[in-house]
């Protein structure tokens, strides 16, 4: 039986590498598709850090890496409350301790500056990538949370017969996921992965941040749902 601290340590090992190498593509490796990568190129850095601990850390915990996914899980009935709590305890210092490693990185870069949502923070509004509103913001953000945990749903499911490919499946969901949306966002659908960065960019990263926890929590429910109700629904006796 795999211990809760064990759980615990994954958890918050995975979302600080996620946190960590995500952000830090977009903070680092450089937004600019001439001199860095490109949000093709930071768009599989998410995705590929997903993928990645799927492997490492999936047998440990399921690597949820993201509180949106674990109270999914809860309303979906594929996890207990005490213990999704302790999930996403886990995530959120996970990604404090990397959005925390980004930071000393960046700031010991000769000229570095901490702008308006900076360490790849989430946001929206003039000023921020292409400018996109608050209703566009959360439309998005609840959205391809919903898209997301259907995903997750369903790859994870003891129903389906490649689920050795499932954290392949997630990770490159969330590539495509972040090929429409980091122009509108920057792309959370994921807390934690918001709540890292804001903390240490502050300012309007920090006073956006709660649509950031909620529209991701709201699609990752309605996903729950959804799937329970409409596709994989209970056999009847």
């Known amino acids: 039986m795999i211990s809760n601290t064990s ?136 959205i391809f949370t919903f898209i997301f945990l259907m995903v997750i749903l369903g790859s994870t499911s003891t129903k389906n017969i490649n689920g050795g490919f499932a954290g392949l499946a997630i990770g490159l969901a969330l590539v495509l996921i972040h090929i429409v949306g980091i122009k509108i966002t920057g792309v959370s659908v994921n807390p934690a992965r918001s709540i890292g960065p804001a903390i240490f960019a502050q300012g309007a990263a920090l006073s956006q941040l709660w649509l950031f926890v909620a529209a991701p929590v709201l699609g990752g429910i309605a996903a729950a749902f959804t799937y329970n109700l409409l596709i994989e629904r209970p056999e009847r006796a």
């Open 7 to 142: 759980k615990f340590v994954a958890e918050m090992f995975g979302t600080m590498v996620l946190v960590l190498m995500g952000c830090g593509s977009a903070v680092i490796a450089g937004a600019d598709g001439t001199t860095g990568v490109g949000l093709l190129g930071i768009s599989f850095a998410f995705g590929l850090s997903v993928v990645a601990m799927a492997y490492a850390i999936g047998h440990i915990s399921g690597c949820h890496i993201n509180p949106a996914i674990s109270v999914a899980m809860v309303a979906a009935g594929r996890m207990k409350m005490n213990e999704a709590a302790i999930y996403i305890v886990a995530q959120i210092v996970g990604a404090i301790l990397g959005a925390g490693i980004l930071y000393l990185i960046f700031t010991n870069h000769p000229g570095a500056e901490m702008k308006e949502w900076a360490l790849g923070s989430n946001g929206w509004g003039e000023g921020y990538l292409d400018a996109y509103n608050m209703t566009a913001a959360f439309v998005a953000e609840f």
